[in-house]
């Protein structure tokens, strides 16, 4: 079997894709194994609230099968949304959340403009893993960010505003992100998760602006909801 790993990650970084700097990879043992492997390793989590443990949480949260029989997996998504019901795990479980800035002034204005900002640590995660976060509270099984925040709503976790503006916060954080990517890539450079403010249309800049306010209201409503009395 780890032949077959090592082949299937080689064949992969042979198409174009790069190897996981995180090592989140079939290559790797501590991402392989038959069921009941991995339900052992999902109850562990709940014991580990470091940094590592809650990414690790975060990744297989978000799994999907894709092959072979699907009805093996039903176990093992069991035991991850069954980390949801525990309120003491959760606590931890929104700390890397709402442990990132949003490159916003103190007036709501927005940074660097004459520098890059990184548009993936001050708002599309923070996105991300809180709707992650309350998606495995309410027992969802989608994955996909923009089906979260519609089954949020729907199940009463959100209200209709503020799902509405997640959809749209998130949506225009992509876009701008994507948009410089592609530049990037048409002048030879390494396309990055960093934005040059700088280089945006002075509409860009205001819609990114009022994106990133609502990630950081977003947050508060977080902390609030999950961190309270801390």
């Not at 479980?93 to 004459?114: D, Q």
């Amino acid at each position: 079997m780890a032949v077959g790993a090592q082949d299937f990650s080689a064949g992969l970084a042979a198409m174009g894709y790069p190897p996981c700097p995180g090592g989140v990879m079939v290559s790797n043992p501590l991402w392989r194994g038959d069921g009941q492997s991995w339900i052992e390793r999902v109850t562990s989590l709940r014991g580990d609230t470091s940094s590592e443990g809650l990414m690790r949480a975060a990744i297989m949260i978000d799994a999907q099968p894709v092959a072979g029989n699907l009805e093996l997996f039903e176990p093992v998504r069991d035991a991850l949304l069954a980390l949801g019901r525990d309120a003491l795990w959760l606590h931890q479980f929104v700390l890397p959340a709402i442990e990132f800035s949003t490159p916003l002034t103190l007036f709501g204005g927005l940074r660097g403009k004459g520098s890059a900002v990184d548009l993936k640590k001050g708002g599309i995660f923070p996105v991300v893993h809180g709707v992650r976060l309350m998606a495995v509270e309410r027992g969802l099984r989608c994955t996909s960010t923009f089906d979260r925040v519609d089954a949020l709503v729907e199940a009463g976790a959100l209200s209709t505003e503020l799902g509405t503006d997640l959809r749209q916060a998130f949506a225009i954080m992509l876009r701008v992100r994507l948009g410089q990517q592609i530049e990037a890539v048409r002048e030879g450079e390494v396309p990055t998760n960093e934005v040059q403010v700088g280089r945006m249309r002075r509409l860009d800049r205001e819609l990114l602006r009022d994106a990133l306010r609502i990630v950081k209201d977003f947050q508060s409503f977080l902390s609030s909801r999950y961190r309270r009395g801390v």
